[in-house]
């Protein structure tokens, strides 16, 4: 069955960097978008960014453009998102999520930026 994984959230302070990884099983990145949301307390949950399953074109939402960038590894079947000079406002728990007939989502992996 469809599966998704997060991992490598933690504690990082302001202006350092952190890498998530999303591992799917169950079915092959490379057919589905893949995207990150994330979602602060108190706050909606909001898209944060996109890769198509072509692997050939991302979108960003526009308070992390410049900062993360989204990947991934089609012989590990993992999708990542690089975040660089965080901010505290990044605090949030992120998911892996993607649509196979239905949306998937991971258990989520939290981040928080705090000095």
């Known amino acids: 069955q469809v599966q998704l994984v997060e991992s490598g959230g933690g504690l990082v302070q302001p202006g350092g960097s952190l890498r998530l990884s999303c591992a799917a099983s169950g079915f092959t990145v490379t057919r589905y978008a893949m995207n990150w949301y994330r979602q602060a307390p108190g706050k909606e949950r909001e898209l944060v960014a996109t890769i198509t399953s072509a692997g050939s074109s991302t979108n960003y939402g526009d308070s992390v453009k410049g900062r993360f960038t989204i990947s991934r590894d089609n012989a590990k079947n993992t999708v990542y998102l690089q975040m660089n000079n965080l901010k505290p406002e990044d605090t949030a728990v992120y998911y892996c999520?993607?649509?196979?007939?239905?949306?998937?989502w991971g258990q989520g992996t939290q981040v928080t930026v705090s000095s």
């Open positions: 999520n993607t649509r196979v007939r239905v949306p998937f």
